[in-house]
């Protein structure tokens, strides 16, 4: 157990709609970072969040959003979703250079 | 051309054999290497972490990086069934990108009993 946490464990939901996927960092770490991992295109990074501020971007889509609250868990929200966005979503949290991963919210866009 | 390259197997070996598992990397400014192992999609485990080039072993598993090869390499001594996994190598990117990570493709390893 990585001591990170997402909810929720599966989605599936429909083209056109919009979700919020959430996670916990681990208790002291003020880093969060976002990442995708679709079979095509493995694991890409999406955001970075530090202390509540927007740290760095990847690739990430316009229709895709994120905050990170003063109590430091992060929403990602992904909207207007189209079936290409069906992937496994991973949450990771750091204090230094290395991360650890939540479990993942797997995503299916019917 | 890829930032890091990572063959995807499957590599299927006997138990008991060593394995070796290999990343090539482009940008001579990564510094910090990473070898994560990840079970049948669920999230990806760390299991070693070394700072620029040497060695650096933890029970069965040894990391190497070669900076002046741009190759880094995961060992695994004696593998055992419950080591079946993706292995993904991961660098910190450079710069003020706040230490997103990069990912290689995954090796898938497969540990015959």
């Known amino acids: 157990d990585s001591g990170v946490t997402q909810t929720p464990k599966h989605l599936i939901t429909a083209t056109g709609q919009r979700v919020t996927l959430r996670c916990s960092p681990r208790s002291g770490d003020l880093s969060v970072y976002w990442y995708q991992q679709s079979l095509d295109q493995g694991l890409q990074f999406l955001i970075q969040?530090?202390?509540?501020?927007?740290?760095a971007k990847g690739n990430i889509l316009e229709r895709f959003s994120a905050q990170q609250f003063p109590d430091l868990h992060s929403e990602l929200n992904l909207s207007s979703l189209e079936l290409g966005d069906s992937a496994l979503y991973f949450c990771a949290s750091s204090r230094r250079e290395t991360q650890y991963f939540g479990p993942g919210t797997r995503l299916l866009v019917l | 051309q890829k930032e890091v390259e990572q063959d995807p197997g499957p590599l299927s070996v006997p138990e008991g054999a060593i394995v070796s598992l290999n990343c090539t990397y482009s940008n001579s400014a990564f510094q910090y290497f990473m070898w994560y192992r990840q079970y049948s999609r669920k999230g990806p485990e760390l299991l070693m972490y070394?700072?620029?080039?040497g060695n650096k072993e933890d029970g069965r598993f040894t990391a190497q990086v070669d900076k002046s090869s741009k190759y880094i390499s995961l060992f695994i001594r004696d593998s055992q069934p419950s080591d079946s996994a993706t292995y993904l190598c991961a660098m910190i990117y450079p710069g003020n990108q706040g230490g997103k990570l990069i990912f290689g493709q995954g090796t898938e390893l497969s540990v015959k009993p």
């Open positions: 969040y530090y202390n509540g501020e927007e740290r």
């Open positions: 070394t700072y620029s080039s």
